[in-house]
């Protein structure tokens, strides 16, 4: 269910950048999309994320987009991107939250 509060949209614009570390998804949330607590929230600002950037269609990149949506958000909630590798491993939930989405080494 959508939350009627804070509609979509939720990604205002994404931009791939190249970093020491490879390239990196820069993912700048709307101001909805830092406060949704819709049930389908993250599912459908990941379809806005894809319609974007289709090549970030990876599993390893949707579980870090779902870990920013899930926790980064409400860490960080001012955090002007959330930034997502296509380097980093898949891993299950508990390590993602421990590595504060950023698997496999940390922020770039």
Same mark, same amino acid.
């Given at each position: 269910?959508?939350?009627?509060?804070?509609?979509?949209?939720?990604?205002?614009?994404?931009?791939?950048?190249?970093?020491?570390?490879?390239?990196?998804?820069?993912?700048?949330?709307?101001?909805?999309? $830092?406060?949704?607590?819709? +049930? &389908?929230?993250?599912?459908? #600002?990941? /379809?806005?994320?894809?319609?974007?950037?289709?090549?970030?269609?990876?599993?390893?990149?949707?579980?870090?987009?779902?870990?920013?949506?899930?926790?980064?958000?409400?860490?960080?909630?001012?955090?002007?991107?959330?930034?997502?590798?296509? $380097?980093?491993?898949?891993? +299950? &939930?508990?390590?993602?939250? #421990?590595? /504060?989405?950023?698997?496999?080494?940390?922020?770039?």
């Amino acid at each position: 269910m959508l939350d009627p509060a804070h509609p979509p949209p939720y990604i205002d614009h994404v931009g791939w950048v190249d970093t020491a570390v490879g390239p990196s998804l820069q993912i700048y949330p709307t101001p909805n999309g $830092r406060a949704s607590i819709a +049930d &389908d929230g993250a599912d459908v #600002a990941w /379809r806005e994320v894809l319609a974007l950037a289709p090549d970030a269609d990876t599993p390893g990149m949707k579980a870090q987009f779902v870990c920013h949506w899930d926790f980064a958000r409400a860490v960080e909630p001012n955090k002007p991107s959330w930034n997502i590798e296509p $380097r980093r491993p898949v891993v +299950d &939930d508990s390590t993602m939250i #421990a590595t /504060r989405c950023n698997p496999g080494g940390p922020e770039e």
